[in-house]
């Protein structure tokens, strides 16, 4: 049995890798302040991750799964207090993300593009790029995930759940533009497998952008969600100059992420359709729990009733 510490655990993705690692029979450990409901089958760790001391120093962990660091600091004071122990972890997987390649970079993204500012996400994404140098510093053997928007059940992220619930209340759904800007996304089951595989074979490569081969555009993916909630998507059409963060889940940049070394490690991923069905399920019992912003809040004050040419 392995012992493996997640960071977070009771959130979205550091909820489902948790419960995920628990259910495949590991020992299965989270870190966090426990201001949550924690993840089933797991064991508490309350702690912030930057006031450590010598909690680790009675624990000896196989595994390191951080899915909280956002910066530099925050892999180097759990590297800390983990090599203070005298006895650090086999492994150590960091979930990066998309955002550390500039938005000027060729497309699709490999993984031996240059990292720089995005200016779409800014310091998250300079946080991400410190956090990736931290650990490759400091921990030369440890593997890393960049992947594009992660979705799938206990994603409390207004994206999915913001079209679910436009379709559940039958509502035309406001696109910017034609809705043609194509996103990628990536299975937060996927994400586990990679985790396993990385786990299973140490491949030589250290970074991999992970994700799903073929994006789509924003209409097709509207319509998958509204599918998967049992109705058929109707549109309008946002021609006017308004930025669309105001009404929408998604900033206005395509990017896509080359997968081949992924594909090569874990072979096919979930299909969309599959993926939404089961989010869809999972918001259905769970819709207190999700983030909401006032999307429909300002098309509704702001949009309906207008004609868009």
């Not at 655990?9 to 299965?28: H, I, M, N």
Request: include cysteine.
């Amino acid at each position: 049995m392995r012992k493996i510490l997640v960071t977070g655990g009771t959130v979205f993705v550091s909820r489902y890798v948790a419960e995920y690692f628990a259910q495949k029979g590991d020992e299965v450990y989270v870190l966090n302040r426990n201001h949550h409901q924690q993840p089933g089958g797991t064991i508490l760790i309350e702690a912030d991750r930057h006031q450590l001391g010598d909690i680790f120093n009675e624990y000896a962990f196989d595994i390191v799964l951080d899915v909280t660091a956002y910066t530099g600091e925050d892999v180097s004071d759990l590297l800390g207090a983990l090599e203070n122990t005298g006895h650090p972890p086999r492994d150590y997987i960091l979930v990066s993300s998309s955002a550390v390649y500039p938005e000027t970079a060729p497309q699709p993204f490999a993984e031996d593009a240059q990292t720089g500012r995005n200016q779409y996400w800014g310091g998250y994404g300079m946080g991400k790029i410190a956090a990736e140098e931290t650990l490759l510093k400091r921990f030369p053997g440890a593997y890393i995930l960049r992947p594009p928007y992660l979705y799938g059940p206990m994603n409390n992220v207004y994206r999915e759940a913001f079209v679910f619930e436009c379709a559940d209340k039958n509502r035309k759904f406001y696109l910017p533009r034609k809705g043609d800007m194509k996103l990628q996304f990536f299975h937060v089951r996927d994400l586990c497998r990679c985790m396993e595989a990385l786990l299973d074979r140490h491949p030589v490569q250290h970074i991999f952008n992970v994700g799903n081969e073929e994006s789509i555009s924003v209409r097709e993916w509207v319509g998958l969600c509204y599918s998967a909630a049992g109705r058929r998507a109707q549109y309008v059409e946002v021609e006017q100059d308004i930025n669309q963060r105001k009404y929408f889940s998604f900033y206005d940049y395509e990017y896509q992420l080359e997968v081949s070394r992924q594909k090569a490690l874990i072979g096919d991923t979930v299909l969309l359709e599959e993926g939404l069905r089961e989010s869809y399920l999972w918001y259905c019992g769970h819709k207190d729990e999700v983030n909401r912003k006032e999307y429909i809040k300002y098309i509704d004050q702001n949009l309906a009733g207008q004609r868009f040419l």
